[in-house]
């Protein structure tokens, strides 16, 4: 397979070509040449052209359901890879909220297995406690033979202060990362939605920011006492910033991560008791949403993620208090993320938010665009204007709050494996 990329501009942070515009020779998966804007030719080569087009090393999503083993009809692994290629990604980092949970060295082999020749890199993460139920530690170290780094409960709090630093201190002995939801469940309770005005108008059950902020706060002090490093997954509020950034500053070792819908809306989108805005984190205030893009302006965020969580129409299209949690998003994450802070951050920014940073936080190795390297690349348009529709959705579920919304940027292709897919 011979790809010639024309003209593209390349943002590649570390790499001698960042942020020049270049054409870019693939050839059987490697990168076999880069050079002056329209100076490569083959007549044996498909051409990918594009002024306006931009190359990165392939996005990663830290955050996404695929639903296998258990409920294969809401996803399944195959088809959630190419909902994650349509949405411009060659990595992922799967959650274990499966059923069973994945939390043995035979449930990561059954998913690496999977996958392996699909164009996604399928990288599972491995449950923290057994059965996901927050009393015993998992397997962690024979699921870190079996390739895992990364180990969490997903959206299940660890309130055991007792069972987070035995994790913490047993997977930092063979370098494995603890993922961290934040959520004191005594305060949150059976809230539907931030709690807060609109709640309040709603009439439905609010769940409020000091949930959240709460367990930051004490997971921060039991991270700096292991001196271990912890990741926060899909915070939601502008005192978890404020709490992350002052613990960088302190020289604890953390990083965190924000999922798109949380940058996009605020709380005024569940008005019309619309299923697809009920998500965990909750949508928050709009003063939430701006500390959040403030948050990744000023690094304290490291990660954006979709949190993709596909779930069928059965579960999501009834009363609202009934509704599960979740929505599809990994095909549209990076649109979201573009459109939300085209204004603030800028798209060389934006772009590490969903590539290198993300594999650093997951334990798997940078990519650079450079001569002799695999070609794990993603092109895109981070300035093309689009609607989305439901045909553009390649997920399995169709619960996305998107469908409808205009955004802005979109990937072109992307190519991992020796293999491409056009979008």
Known sequence: MKIILKNVNILSPGSKHHMKVKDVFINNGMIEKIAEANTISDKDAEVIEGKENYISAGWFDLHVNFRDPGHEYKEGLVNGCKAASNGGFTGVLLMPSTEPAI???????????????EIVDVIPAGALSVNRDG??????????LAGTKVFTDDKRPVSDSGLLIRALQYSHNFKGKIFSYAEDKHISGKGQMNEGVVSTQLGLKGSPALAEEVNIN?????????NCPIHFSTISSAGSVALIRAAK????????DVAVINL?????????????????PPIRTEYDRLALIDGLVDGTIDCLTSDHCPDDVENKLKEFELANYGISSIDTA?????TATKDKLNIAELISKFTNHPRCC????????????????????????????????????????????ELIGKPVCVINKGQIVKI
């Open 135 to 144: 009393k015993d530690m998992s397997e962690m170290y024979d699921m870190s």
């Open 362 to 405: 997951a334990g798997q190795k940078t990519i650079l665009i450079e001569e002799g390297n695999q070609a794990n690349i993603t092109v895109f348009d981070p300035n093309k204007k689009w609607i989305v529709s439901a045909g553009d959705i390649r997920s399995a579920s169709k619960n996305s709050p998107f469908i409808g919304q």
């Open 103 to 117: 939390a043995s060295k035979a449930a990561i082999e059954y998913v690496t297995q999977r996958t392996k020749n």
């Open 264 to 280: 996009y809306f605020n709380e005024t989108a569940l008005m019309g008791f619309d299923t697809n805005y009920k998500v965990k």
């Open 249 to 256: 500053a302190k020289g604890i070792k953390v990083t965190c």
């Open 218 to 226: 004490r997971d921060l002090f039991i991270a700096e006492y292991c």
């Open 334 to 338: 990076f649109a979201t993320a573009r």
